[in-house]
């Protein structure tokens, strides 16, 4: 019983700091080397491939993989022309064209890392996609998309000929199965997704012709090309192990479906699976990454799934993606992730060069060991800075309410502007992202769309102790006990904050956590770092225990597709602005609490947005990160870092790799730069 | 003794259920369940799980029924030999488990014979050679096992594997046998990389088996039935190993109740760190995630094994040592 006696969290926080102590020292040794090559050495220009929809360049003749021309030979595959269709998607290396074969290792940590292979290997398999600066939406797996009825109604296009990789027909079927007999099915989705609604009122899906979707909403719905193009429930089958996806392979996913093979049948087939009800089955059978006999549409698909040691994926015959020369997508044959228990063994194969291409999991406080390995692993360290203003952010939690007096100092916009000058972010960017990252605000990078204007970088996000100090004492804090902090109004000695953070995430929270209370201390606040584990800290944020919560804001560049660290959207996080004004903003009004008029203002011109063209649309985001800036309802620390994902690992040899990319949840970053176009050199 | 066997299973039997009451609450204590721990998984690589959503999932998992109802109809399917589903594996129990328990056995059985060849014969030395050089050398030797942490090593022998040979980090096979079938190479290519795990897991064993050999067989050596032996004339060799060193293997006997499950779960710390694919970090994994139907098999089937252990050694200590009577009989 010993091994059941022992409390394995507190083994593995010990096992973490040993680790981080044998690679500190390792850091410390080489610190110095690495930082003299110079962060602009490793963060490159941003750039990668194009989709080309000048039709006059779309080519005319097919070419395939050598093993898929054997098939063809051998009879057991139609010839390449027929499998891609009259309308291939044709996508623009980024330097050459490439060649076929060989195979790309990286690793995965377990079922729960599905975003793994999708951001690697689907294509992306969107219906809309982004291009390679993640702010223009272009053509993908739909030929195009033409908005009538000012906004009311969206024509999709399909591309004619184009086939799921079991060979069968891709067409506007697969589409009205999936809303008819998926999406509105009350057992395999039980509340309708916000995606597919504009102002809380339901769209329809219908066939209009073979290869044409009618999309048809009540209101005008400006963003729904973003919509399609982002990581949202209508992004393609990524989301189809929970009934998402907004499309469906109709011809095999029928046999799952009560309503075309019978309860009997179904009720049959699920317990001959062990599964609880055919509900579960037929998400299992849905789901991309794990079962492999799933027709699906992306470049490589699963062949061993995810719930096995080894994810392996092997190319799509039936793949539409061909490059500009007309040979079929992907180049590479096979890409193998291999499981890891941990994330330190994910690092030391890539040390090791034991990866051929890995992103994901790689610590940016390893980069000084991982640029000292390049040559021996034969690999190359980029870096791929993130678009959003906070690698690390800090909320305020406008709703707590368990201690007045907090409660009134976070409702105090000079109380948190004065908290955010207390902050020495440029200690912080060189201790933790080794001088990576950028200090300032909330903000997203300065070439954002939605981006106010420089001056919002540095808008009460400079250290500014004095000011700091004046603002405080002025508030009615001015009163100090002998350790020099702050006393609180009501008399009831030290004020004292406490911040939720989490361990074991890409950005050592708790770390810099530490560090802020220090810093703090010369503006007399007494910060109490607390660090949780994960599911409690949903539990506490959602039961409005939470005073400050650390987090990053990724995504937050997509402003209307990814909102959650903009303003109050989402209960289950684990940091959070305020639980109440979230069942207030999707209640419309019934349910929790009535935000503070700017805040509400904010949430105003968030909704306003879907319904407005993109002009308008700009204007608004850039109102909304404005009204952020000057509230600080969050505290940026510092951001536009490679902390998280943004540690790149490449073998010299892999082709058409950018020197930066966008880095994104919403590009599902490497997918941004196509992975499919990737090639062995030699 | 067959009456002392009979009462000692039944006693086991009722162990084990009430392991099985255990640990099952013992899963559930922590706050929120599986759904949570997916959100906040979900929200640490970018990706966002609605309220509607949530709930749906503890419907479909059954999870937002009583502790009770969801033991009983756990325990329903357990009788009938069926785990449940994995939550967040996706596939039933007895598969997740059943591919990485056979590996398991092979890591810790290896660990546990080296663990015996090397603690046996080091253990007679240095107590019959008490306070020669060789003694001091196993002595200082063993401390540094006992006293170094095996995660720790496992680090510094990955480390320097790595850097001096350039060896593959982690795991029991080489990439191109991780998905082999099994074939004379893919044996002898888990048979190359088990050293290692084995001699970091055996380590602080070995030590602690030497020192336990040690002052057991120093009792022993004292003992007049000794003195006797060696003035009848027998052999020095034969003195020892046929007398004292039988009495003295005692303990071995005794801790092999612990030794199985042990087998089965490994060090979970050190199976983490050497990326082994073995029940620990499963377990650990498990127990993280909330997957009740995971972690609750793995902890009853090491409850089962301790019983079952402990049962062993048992029967095997009246065996080895004459001296226990079973008095009670």
């Known amino acids: ?682 | 003794m067959l009456a002392y066997i009979g009462r000692r299973v039944l006693l086991a039997i009722f162990t084990v259920w009430a392991i099985s009451v255990l640990s099952f609450v013992i899963i559930q204590l922590p706050p929120g369940d599986y759904v949570t721990s997916y959100i906040a998984q979900m929200a640490s690589s970018g990706s966002v799980v609605s309220e509607e959503e949530a709930q749906a999932l503890r419907l479909q998992y059954g999870l937002g029924q009583p502790i009770y109802v969801q033991y009983a109809k756990w325990m329903r399917q357990v009788l009938v030999g069926n785990f449940g589903m994995s939550m967040e594996w996706r596939r039933p129990v007895t598969d997740v488990i059943g591919e990485r328990l056979w590996l398991t056995i092979a890591v810790s059985v290896a660990a546990l014979l080296l663990t015996w060849v090397l603690a046996l014969p080091i253990g007679i030395y240095s107590a019959v050679r008490q306070y020669s050089a060789g003694d001091y050398l196993a002595t200082f030797i063993g401390f540094i096992g006992l006293a170094v942490p095996n995660f720790l090593l496992a680090l510094v022998i990955l480390y320097l594997g790595f850097i001096l040979f350039n060896a593959h980090i982690g795991g029991l096979f080489s990439p191109e046998f991780q998905d082999a079938a099994w074939s004379g190479a893919r044996a002898w290519d888990l048979l190359k990389h088990l050293p290692i795990p084995a001699l970091i897991l055996g380590l602080a064993g070995t030590a602690q088996q030497i020192r336990i050999m040690r002052a057991n067989l120093l009792d022993e050596l004292r003992k007049p039935y000794v003195v006797t032996a060696r003035s009848k004339g027998l052999s020095e060799v034969r003195v020892i190993l046929r007398y004292p060193v039988r009495v003295a293997l005692n303990p071995f006997a005794s801790t092999i109740g612990y030794t199985l499950p042990y087998i089965v779960s490994g060090s979970i710390i050190v199976s983490l760190v050497l990326g082994l694919p073995t029940v620990g970090p499963l377990l650990l994994k498990a127990l993280i995630a909330q997957d009740m139907f995971l972690a609750g098999t793995i902890v009853l089937m090491l409850g089962v094994m301790t019983v079952i252990g402990t049962l062993v050694s048992d029967i095997l200590l009246v065996w080895v040592d004459p001296r226990i009577r079973l008095e009670e009989t």
């Open chain 1, 1 to 682: 019983m010993s091994q059941v006696r022992r409390t394995p969290r507190n083994r593995t926080l010990r096992s973490r700091l040993t680790v981080a102590l044998v690679l500190g020292a390792l850091t410390v040794a080489v610190a110095a080397v690495a930082l003299a090559q110079g962060k602009n050495a490793l963060i490159g220009k941003l750039e990668g491939p194009e989709v080309v929809t000048d039709a006059a360049k779309i080519p005319k003749a097919f070419k395939e993989a050598p093993q898929l021309a054997e098939l063809v030979k051998a009879g057991k595959l139609p010839p390449v022309a027929e499998r891609i269709g009259q309308d291939p998607l044709v996508i623009k290396p980024l330097k050459e064209i490439g060649k076929y074969g060989g195979t790309w290792r990286a690793g995965f940590t377990g079922p729960a890392d599905f975003w793994n292979g999708f951001r690697c290997c689907s294509g992306p398999d969107h219906l809309m996609f982004w291009d390679y600066t993640g702010d223009k939406v272009m053509p993908n797996l739909a030929r195009g998309l033409e908005m009538q009825d000012g906004g009311k109604t969206w024509l999709l296009q399909l591309r004619r000929g184009m086939k799921w990789s079991d060979g069968k027909p891709f067409t506007a079927d697969d589409f009205v199965f999936w809303f008819e007999d998926v999406y509105r099915n009350k057992d395999l989705v039980p509340t309708p997704s916000a995606t597919l609604a504009i102002n809380g009122k339901q769209g329809v899906i219908e066939k209009a012709d073979t290869y044409t979707v009618r999309y048809r909403f009540p209101e005008a719905y400006y963003m729904f090309p973003d919509v399609l193009a982002g990581s949202t429930d209508l992004a393609g089958q990524m989301f189809g192990y929970r009934a998402m996806g907004g499309f469906a392979p109709a011809h095999y996913m029928k046999q799952f479906h009560p309503k075309y093979a019978g309860q009997a049948e179904v009720d049959k087939k699920a317990k001959d699976e062990k599964f609880d009800s055919w509900v579960r089955l037929f998400l299992a059978k849905n789901d991309w990454a794990r079962n492999p006999d799933l027709p699906v549409l992306s470049a490589w698909k699963t062949v061993t799934p995810i719930n096995t040691p080894t994810w392996t994926l092997e190319r799509n015959p039936y793949s539409v993606f061909v490059d500009t020369a007309g040979n079929q997508l992907p180049y590479i044959d096979k890409v193998v992730l291999t499981l890891a228990e941990n994330l330190e063994v994910i690092n030391l194969r890539a040390i090791a060069g034991e990866y051929d291409y890995a992103s994901r999991h790689m610590d940016l406080g390893k980069l000084p060991v991982f640029i000292e390995n390049q040559v021996k692993g034969n690999y190359k360290v980029y870096l791929d800075p993130g678009d959003y203003g906070g690698d690390m952010i800090i909320k305020f939690n406008l709703n707590y309410d368990a201690d007045p007096e907090i409660a009134r100092w976070f409702n105090t916009a000079d109380f948190r502007r004065a908290l955010s000058l207390g902050v020495d972010r440029d200690q912080i960017n060189e201790t933790f992202w080794l001088g990576t990252g950028t200090p300032g605000s909330v903000v997203p990078v300065d070439s954002n769309k939605y981006n106010p204007g420089p001056q919002y970088r540095k808008l009460w996000s400079t250290l500014d102790v004095k000011k700091a100090n004046e603002m405080l004492d002025k508030l009615g804090l001015g009163k100090k006990d002998a350790q020099g902090y702050r006393l609180r109004a009501d008399g009831k000695g030290r004020l004292r904050i406490e911040i939720m953070t989490l361990g074991g995430q890409f950005v050592q929270y708790t770390q810099i956590a530490e560090m802020i209370r220090e810093q703090w201390k010369k503006i007399g606040i007494d910060l109490q770092v607390q660090e949780v584990e994960r599911s409690l800290a949903l539990k506490r944020t959602e039961a409005n225990e939470q005073q400050l919560g650390a987090w990053n804001n990724d995504g937050s560049e997509h402003l209307f597709t990814f909102p959650l660290h903009v303003f109050p959207f989402e209960l289950a996080a684990v940091a959070s602005s305020g639980p109440l004004y979230v069942k207030w903003f999707h209640s419309a009004g019934a349910q929790g609490k009535e935000p503070e008029p700017r805040m509400k203002e904010l949430m105003e011109k968030w909704k306003k947005a879907f319904g407005v063209p993109e002009k308008e649309r700009i204007q608004l985001g850039k109102d909304i990160w404005k009204i952020a800036a000057e509230e600080v309802y969050i505290i940026g620390v510092v951001g536009m870092g490679p902390a998280s994902m943004g540690v790149r690992v490449v073998k010299n040899n892999m082709g058409n790799i950018p020197s930066r990319q966008y880095n994104s949840p919403d590009g599902k970053t490497p997918g941004i730069s196509r992975p499919a176009t990737f090639f062995w050199k030699n």
